[in-house]
């Protein structure tokens, strides 16, 4: 029953992130803040929202493992799935034709986000009613850079060298009048919602799952929920890219990875046997380091801007992602 619960709300946000999509491409048009702002935090955020009730859910039964790697997890599965996208893209390297300040600045706060809670787990564990004062410094820097890439879109300070294979972030005026705006923040909002109560019933069936068949948390968050909370993502980056709104799939990815980390202060959180960074395992610990680099190597292509075919980037990430699976695999 926990393997049918699994795999009926892994179908449920897929479907759901196949349809917030168009909304969200609308929603960027109408609104102003254009793709990758757009893209970079609400998109993100709502696509995140399974994955923070997964951990939440673990988090709170004391499965600190499965929150961990659950978040983190997540944000190394989605960044591969950036290198799906560069495959179907095959006229250029995504990362060329994307090419936007803002979702350079949102991979490197990411790097920063990620660094801390490897940090809090060197220190001293120190709380106060519980909650370590990492988690609260995590979402200070997130909104200090959700803050920053706006005031970016809104001030650029340098903009990207323009190519024949550029893409820029037109407006679609025609398209975003379809519904009204608060029509389509409606559905925008709705279908957050189906992806949160998705997440509840995927983090209760993954924890049966973890118990009854012997597997470690650690590898049923990083191979199974993380996965399975991250298909929105997928799912977006993929229909984004068809309809050519190329910032906007970027964008979601990162900013979805961005958020992700705050699953690891909410988790805190809702930890109560003291810092969850600290109840993190070996396993856990080479997750954050492995999606830190696969961040990094994204970022550097982001960069460089090679143009044709997946880049060293997109090899990069594939080979670190799937050494790193293979990695916790053994080691559990």
Not at 34 to 43: D, H, N, P, S
Not at 183 to 206: K, N, P
Not at 258 to 280: C, E, K, N, P, Q
Request: proline share 2%.
């Amino acid at each position: 029953m926990a393997i049918i619960v699994f795999l009926a709300a892994t179908v449920v946000v897929t479907l759901a992130g196949i349809r917030i999509i168009s909304t969200a491409d609308r929603l960027a048009d109408r609104t102003g803040l254009g793709e990758a702002v757009f893209g970079g935090v609400l998109l993100g955020a709502s696509t995140s929202l399974s994955g923070i009730v997964t951990s939440l859910t673990a988090a709170s039964a004391g499965l600190a493992s499965l929150a961990v790697s659950n978040a983190v997890g997540g944000i190394a599965a989605q960044t591969a799935f950036l290198v799906v996208a560069d495959l179907i893209y095959k006229r250029v390297n995504l990362e060329h034709a994307a090419a936007d300040a803002n979702n350079m600045l949102m991979a490197a706060m990411l790097v920063l986000l990620m660094s801390l809670p490897l940090a809090a787990n060197y220190v001293p564990e120190y709380t106060l009613f519980g909650i370590h004062p990492v988690s609260l410094l995590l979402f200070a820097v997130y909104f200090f850079g959700t803050r920053a890439a706006v005031q970016l879109r809104n001030k650029p300070m340098w903009k990207p060298r323009e190519t024949d294979e550029t893409r820029e972030d037109a407006p679609d005026e025609e398209e975003a009048q379809i519904h009204s705006l608060p029509v389509m923040i409606a559905i925008f909002v709705g279908l957050s919602l189906v992806l949160a109560g998705c997440g509840f019933a995927i983090a209760q069936s993954g924890a049966v799952i973890s118990s009854n068949l012997g597997i470690s948390q650690t590898i049923v968050g990083a191979l199974m929920t993380a996965v399975a909370t991250s298909l929105p993502e997928l799912v977006t980056t993929l229909a984004a890219v068809r309809r050519g709104a190329l910032q906007l799939a970027v964008g979601g990815i990162i900013g979805g990875n961005t958020f992700d980390v705050l699953f690891l202060s909410l988790s805190d959180i809702a930890y109560r046997d003291g810092s969850i960074y600290h109840a993190m395992t070996q396993a856990d610990g080479l997750m954050l380091i492995g999606a830190t680099v696969i961040t990094t190597i994204l970022l550097m292509g982001l960069i460089l801007r090679e143009r044709r075919g997946v880049g060293f980037e997109g090899l990069g990430i594939l080979v670190t992602y799937f050494g790193l699976m293979a990695l916790q695999v053994s080691i559990n």
